[in-house]
């Protein structure tokens, strides 16, 4: 059973930067998709982006320009650098893994806390 677990969450100020991370475990099969999701208060969850293993990237419009994706396959490893934060990118943010090329995802994390304020 695929498990994954994020860190890297925290209090930072607008125009801020932070990194997340994500690796995931639990599986002899190679994990191909790895991702991450946010959830506000009050809100609707929302994809903010994936790589594959291949490094093939989607980030979401709304943050494209200031967050990134990467990935370390060798450790099952996947970040988010976020710069430039802004207040409404403060939610929880959650990390996905797949093993599978499509199709629902196998593991979600519990999520970790990040809050941009002054």
């Known amino acids: 059973q695929v498990k994954v677990a994020e860190s890297g969450g925290g209090l930072v100020q607008p125009g801020g930067s932070l990194r997340l991370s994500c690796v995931a475990s639990?599986?002899?099969?190679?994990?191909?998709?790895m991702g991450w999701y946010r959830q506000a208060p009050g809100k609707e969850r929302e994809q903010v982006g994936y790589?594959?293993?291949?490094?093939?990237?989607y980030v979401a419009p709304f943050v494209e320009g200031r967050f990134t994706i990467s990935r370390d396959n060798a450790k099952n490893t996947v970040y988010l650098q976020m710069n430039n934060v802004r207040p409404e990118d403060t939610a929880v943010y959650f990390c996905?893994?797949?093993?599978?090329?499509?199709?629902?995802?196998?593991?979600w994390g519990q999520g970790t806390q990040v809050t941009v304020s002054s």
């Open positions: 996905v893994a797949r093993i599978d090329v499509v199709g629902n995802w196998d593991a």
């Open positions: 639990g599986t002899g099969f190679a994990i191909n998709v």
């Open positions: 790589m594959n293993a291949a490094g093939g990237a």
